[in-house]
């Protein structure tokens, strides 16, 4: 029985911890979606422990403290969970986290953000005014496709990288076959882009 209490304790003590911050982490230039990540510092902490920032619509945002390899959906337990009713659709659960990062669930990033263009409204920002405010996916600069819903700079490269490797998109349809875009974040952006 005392083995058995002791190991219990011993799980207890070794679980992840949130650490409360005073202001909310702020996030990168050109950033856009509800899983944006910010590099903050270089490499694992000592004994392969990471430190992840998580923010937004958790029971308990701040600093968690991770085992090396951790996933996102380790860190946002760490903080709490989810707060009931938030949308984590476009979270990846299963990514593996690194040291430093910013994961906001259930917000976008903040408006006003240097490189991006002011959206008009009615359209998404860098949204192209001679194309009923759509975003042309096969002129769109990486600021553009940046600055739409659900879509960070690393998304948006990786569209660019897709365009370039295939020499365009002949359809709104082929976003799907970027990496990344799984059917969630394609029903959330389908109706603000075009070829």
């Known amino acids: 029985m005392l083995v058995v209490l002791g190991a219990g ?5 070794s679980r992840p911890q949130a ?3 005073g202001a909310a ?3 990168a230039p050109g950033s856009g979606g509800p899983e944006e990540i910010q590099p903050v510092a270089g490499g694992p902490t000592p004994g392969g ?3 992840v920032a998580v923010a937004g619509k958790v029971r308990r945002p701040g600093l968690v403290r991770l085992p090396a390899g951790s996933r996102v959906a380790d860190a946002v337990q760490a903080a ?3 707060l ?3 949308d984590v659709a476009l979270l990846n659960p299963a990514r593996k986290v690194t040291d430093g990062e910013l994961i906001l669930v259930g917000v976008a990033a903040p408006a006003g953000q240097p490189g991006v263009a002011p959206a008009v409204p009615g359209q998404p920002a860098g949204a192209d005014p001679g194309a009923g405010g759509l975003v042309n996916l096969n002129t769109a600069t990486l600021a553009q496709l940046d600055a739409l819903p659900g879509v960070g700079p690393v998304l948006a490269q990786r569209i660019l990288t ?13 976003l799907r076959q970027v990496d990344g875009i799984g059917d969630a974040r394609y029903e959330q ?3 603000l882009v075009t070829v």
């Open 162 to 174: 897709h365009r370039d490797q295939h020499g365009g998109f002949r359809s709104v349809g082929d």
């Open 49 to 51: 422990e990471l430190v």
């Open 25 to 27: 982490p702020s996030v």
């Open 80 to 82: 709490g969970g989810a």
């Open 19 to 21: 650490e409360p911050v």
């Open 9 to 13: 304790f011993w799980a207890w003590q």
């Open 189 to 191: 952006l389908k109706e």
């Open 84 to 86: 009931p009713g938030v």
